[in-house]
């Protein structure tokens, strides 16, 4: 659950940004670019980010602020499931990432499995959609939501990609140590859950 410090953070940069996006009034702007700086300070107070990367992060979006959308492809082999290793931070997670403009929730999952594992697959069901404040993540400068879809084995093999540098899939019993900013324990227990029930409702939050 992210701190509460952060909530608000999020909310006075949503408010600046948004803010920025539809005044036209000069002084309005300037109360608005004071607003984002505070939020930023905020940020910097409580976190190991330094104030550049946090403008860098606060001020290359324009628009009305939305939810950031993460999806993540769970493939089983064997009663096992696949996970790649980040470059990042050595850590595994399901393959996955930002959905891109201009394709499907379900053709998202299938390219970015393809780009991280090797693995060719068919995105078959919805699983979950999840709201990653309600949930055991380190803090984000973001807000997300995560959708989850269960993916079948399709083809390929093996290969790491740009981001990941090993490429296995894992009992139930036997998890790696995980990056917890992409997938948790329990949302990868969660996932076991569906493909031993293949019938169970999709979950959201």
Same mark, same amino acid.
């Given at each position: 659950?992210?701190?509460?410090?952060?909530?608000?953070?999020?909310?006075?940069?949503?408010?600046?940004?948004?803010?920025?996006?539809?005044?036209?009034?000069?002084?309005?702007?300037?109360?608005?670019?004071?607003?984002?700086?505070?939020?930023?300070?905020?940020?910097?107070? *409580?976190?190991?980010?330094? &104030?550049?990367?946090?403008?860098?992060?606060?001020?290359? $979006? %324009? /628009?009305?602020? =939305?939810?950031? !959308?993460?999806?993540?492809?769970?493939?089983?082999?064997?009663?096992?499931?696949?996970?790649?290793?980040?470059?990042?931070?050595?850590?595994?997670?399901?393959?996955?990432?930002?959905?891109?403009?201009?394709?499907?929730?379900?053709?998202?999952?299938?390219?970015?499995?393809?780009?991280?594992?090797?693995?060719?697959?068919?995105?078959?069901?919805?699983?979950?959609?999840?709201?990653?404040?309600?949930?055991?993540?380190?803090?984000?400068?973001?807000? *997300?939501?995560?959708?989850? &879809?269960?993916?079948?084995?399709?083809?390929?093999?093996? $290969? %790491? /990609?740009?981001? =990941?540098?090993? !490429?296995?899939?894992?009992?139930?019993?036997?998890?790696?140590?995980?990056?917890?900013?992409?997938?948790?324990?329990?949302?990868?227990?969660?996932?076991?859950?569906?493909?031993?029930?293949?019938?169970?409702?999709?979950?959201?939050?």
């Amino acid at each position: 659950m992210s701190d509460k410090w952060l909530e608000w953070a999020k909310r006075i940069q949503s408010l600046s940004q948004a803010g920025l996006t539809f005044s036209k009034d000069i002084y309005d702007i300037e109360r608005y670019e004071e607003l984002r700086e505070i939020s930023a300070e905020i940020i910097e107070e *409580y976190t190991d980010l330094e &104030m550049e990367k946090i403008k860098e992060l606060f001020t290359n $979006e %324009t /628009g009305y602020q =939305t939810p950031k !959308v993460d999806i993540r492809g769970a493939v089983f082999k064997d009663n096992k499931i696949l996970l790649v290793k980040e470059k990042v931070d050595n850590k595994w997670s399901l393959p996955g990432g930002f959905c891109d403009v201009g394709i499907s929730p379900a053709e998202n999952v299938v390219k970015e499995i393809k780009e991280e594992s090797g693995y060719e697959t068919h995105a078959r069901k919805l699983v979950a959609l999840l709201d990653m404040n309600k949930h055991d993540h380190p803090v984000q400068p973001y807000h *997300y939501y995560k959708i989850f &879809m269960h993916c079948e084995l399709a083809g390929g093999k093996a $290969e %790491t /990609g740009i981001e =990941t540098k090993d !490429v296995k899939f894992f009992a139930e019993d036997d998890l790696p140590t995980l990056s917890t900013g992409r997938n948790t324990e329990k949302q990868i227990k969660m996932l076991f859950e569906f493909a031993k029930n293949p019938n169970k409702a999709a979950v959201f939050d």
